[in-house]
């Protein structure tokens, strides 16, 4: 192995290792657009509308709200307009101009007439910042991964919807009990049978007044005491489960 397969290697090992870097700082990019909208919701939905600090053991963030209602981006319907639509709108003094270097104009004029102009000062050749242009196509297997890797963040981290999801669980979880109610009671025709139900749908529903665990000798002499069953010519015993009541009585008799 010669010295230009080394440095070809050296190469290949870097580009591996910003390929990966690289399907990481996507991950992490979705990962920070994600959370940073379960911060967006959670404020607006629990905390203050207004500028807060947070400040972490980690470092300070600041939530400031903008003094302005509308951002300077402009929506994707813009680019559609035609250039003619663009001068107009521009005239109206609505709209500002990012300045870029017109690089093939420029390039043009500096390679065939070598001709000086107003912007040398300004201009910057690519061999200062960037002399490559970088495209970095991913394969199929790595591409699906992104997009499942994306999927997943959104159900399983989407705080939003998850606390969505589990109100429509809830309100349809009430919808459906309801419904079975309803159609239990709403379901018959005879009066009687329907008066039927609605005694049986109230019975079912737990009532703490009707949860009676009182011992039968508290509660001799009240209505309840015969309601439930007890009679006067029977002795209340401390332990009934160990005694034997009708032989008791049929000895008495005897």
């Known amino acids: 192995m010669n010295e230009k397969d080394d440095d070809k290697n050296l190469i290949l090992q870097e580009i591996k290792y910003f390929i990966e870097k690289k399907i990481e700082a996507r991950k992490i990019t979705k990962q920070l657009i994600q959370i940073k909208k379960n911060i967006i919701y959670l404020k607006q939905k629990y905390g203050k509308d207004e500028s807060e600090e947070f ?23 813009f680019n559609k307009l035609t250039d003619e639509e663009k001068r107009k709108l521009y ?18 004029l500096k390679s065939d007439k070598k001709q ?15 002399p490559y242009y970088w495209n970095l196509i991913l ?4 591409d699906n991964e992104l997009k499942e890797f994306e999927k997943n963040l ?26 079975e109610i309803d159609d239990v009671i709403y379901g018959v025709e005879d009066e009687e049978e329907e008066e039927f139900y609605r005694e049986m749908m ?34 209340i015993f ?10 008791k009585h049929s000895d008495e008799e005897k």
């Not at 394969?139 to 790595?142: A, G, H, P, V, W």
Request: glycine share 2%.
């Open 55 to 77: 400040n972490l053991a980690k470092g300070k963030l600041f939530l400031k709200k903008y003094q302005t209602r509308f951002s300077s981006k402009l929506k994707k319907e």
């Open 116 to 130: 000086k102009t107003a912007v040398d000062d300004y201009a910057i050749e690519r061999k200062q910042i960037q």
């Open 91 to 108: 005239k109206s003094g609505l709209l500002i101009i990012y300045f870029r270097l017109n690089y093939r104009k420029y390039e043009k």
């Open 202 to 235: 109230d019975e079912i529903s737990p009532d703490p007044s009707y949860m009676i665990d009182d011992d039968p000798a508290d509660i001799q002499d009240s209505a309840e005491y015969q309601e439930r069953g007890y009679t006067e010519d029977r002795d």
């Open 238 to 247: 401390e332990d009934e489960e160990n005694v034997d009541i009708d032989s």
């Open 139 to 142: 394969n199929s297997k790595i």
């Open 154 to 179: 959104q159900n399983n981290a989407d705080i939003e919807k998850s606390i969505r999801r589990d109100e429509e669980i809830e309100k349809f979880d009430k919808e459906q009990t309801q419904k």
